[in-house]
């Protein structure tokens, strides 16, 4: 059987998803498409989906007899209206991040998907899947003792215009917030937001770097440095000190050259590129899981908790120095 994805949002990660769905993956085609940009749906329906569907709007993409899974990659602040759409007609549908840009709004997707019975949500939180990080939780499960602290950098080179203070959380950070709990099994219970001296390569609307200070329940402290107009490539960085030893997040694989004196090797531009890898293996697995009328990898309450925690840093960015608390209602059984 062939899995018939209709994407909703047909902007750079949209774009990226319909090539690796329609030319790397395999098991499903996209067979519709929507954007509230009419210009920018023509054009990758043309370049990378001819027989695909343009479809009015989101809700009507979901509800469409000629889609089976639902892609969301539009703007993080539409994602809920389209995962509830797709809940409600019961098709798996794969979220980027963030689930959604409030925990209300997070938390009224698990109300639906719990009343609805089965897992039908993916969130995009694709660093589960990335070799390195999978590499870097096996030695801190089983090699470096205890965790006590984690310090982490999300390095972009610049950002666009309409980038501003809170998406330094909602949509850079949301990673960090995401994998940092997987990689430790464990969930913050506050946060702070502290701004060092400001960069004058930051646009006026977007406060740049920013430390993000999170603890968790176990105690263990983290730094995460927000940069997001770093200039020098895109870096993430992540080093978790336990009580016998310390590991990092390898660097991807790059060729070491020796040249006029100097010793070098090239570090990325582009988030594509970085987790490419990644990308691939969670669409793949959303297939698989799709294909079986359900979902796998990261939940609706990964998404969910992400939210609590994005909302609590969002607080704190807005009183510099004070410290959030972060609280948690019971998981719901579905996501045991
Ligand atoms: N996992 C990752 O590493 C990763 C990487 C990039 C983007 N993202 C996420 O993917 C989402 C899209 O990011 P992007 O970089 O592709 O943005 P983008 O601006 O390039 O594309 C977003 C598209 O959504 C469309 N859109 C906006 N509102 C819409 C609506 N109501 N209905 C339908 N379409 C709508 C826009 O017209 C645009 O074409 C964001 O949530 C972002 O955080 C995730
Ligand atoms: O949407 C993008 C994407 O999620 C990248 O992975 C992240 O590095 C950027 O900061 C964010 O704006």
Redesign the pocket.
């Known amino acids: 059987m062939t899995l018939r994805i209709g994407v909703?949002?047909?902007?750079?990660?949209?774009r990226d998803h319909m090539r690796r769905i329609n030319q790397t993956l395999s098991g499903a085609k996209v067979t519709a498409v929507?954007?509230?940009?009419i210009e920018?749906v023509r054009t990758a329906r043309a370049d990378l989906a001819p027989e695909a569907e343009v479809v009015g709007s989101?809700e009507e993409l979901a509800a469409s007899a000629g889609v089976d899974a639902v892609v969301v990659?539009?703007?993080?602040a539409?994602?809920e209206q389209y995962v509830l759409a797709a809940i409600a007609a019961g098709k798996p549908v794969f979220c980027?991040?963030?689930l959604s840009t409030t925990a209300a709004g997070a938390g009224r997707i698990v109300e639906a998907e719990t009343a609805f019975g089965r897992r039908l949500v993916q969130v995009?939180f694709?660093r589960r899947y990335d070799a390195g990080y999978r590499m870097l939780k096996a030695v801190v499960e089983n090699e470096i003792g205890r965790p006590l602290m984690v310090h982490a950098a999300h390095r972009n080179p610049s950002v666009p215009e309409q980038y501003i203070t809170p998406m330094a959380i909602q949509?850079t950070l949301i990673h960090e917030i995401d994998v940092l709990r997987w990689l430790l099994d464990d969930d913050y219970v506050s946060a702070q937001v502290i701004s060092p001296r400001r960069t004058r390569h930051a646009h006026a609307r977007v406060e740049d770097p920013q430390i993000v200070l999170l603890e968790t329940k176990s105690g263990i402290r983290i730094d995460v440095e927000i940069f997001v107009n770093c200039r020098y490539g895109y870096d993430i960085q992540c080093q978790v000190v336990g009580e016998e030893g310390l590991a990092s997040l390898p660097d991807p694989m790059a060729v070491v050259m020796r040249k006029d004196a100097k010793l070098q090797s090239a570090i990325m531009t582009d988030?594509k590129d970085r987790?490419i890898d990644s990308y691939d293996l969670e669409l793949q697995d959303f297939i698989k899981a799709a294909a079986r009328g359900t979902a796998s990898g990261p939940t609706a309450w990964d998404g969910y908790v992400a939210a609590v925690s994005s909302d609590a840093c969002v607080e704190a960015q807005s009183q510099p120095g004070s410290i959030v608390p972060i609280s948690l209602p019971a998981r719901p059984a579905l996501y045991n």
């Open positions: 909703i949002g047909t902007g750079a990660i949209g929507s954007d509230v940009n920018s989101g990659t539009s703007w993080g539409t994602h980027e991040k963030p995009g694709m949509d988030w987790f």
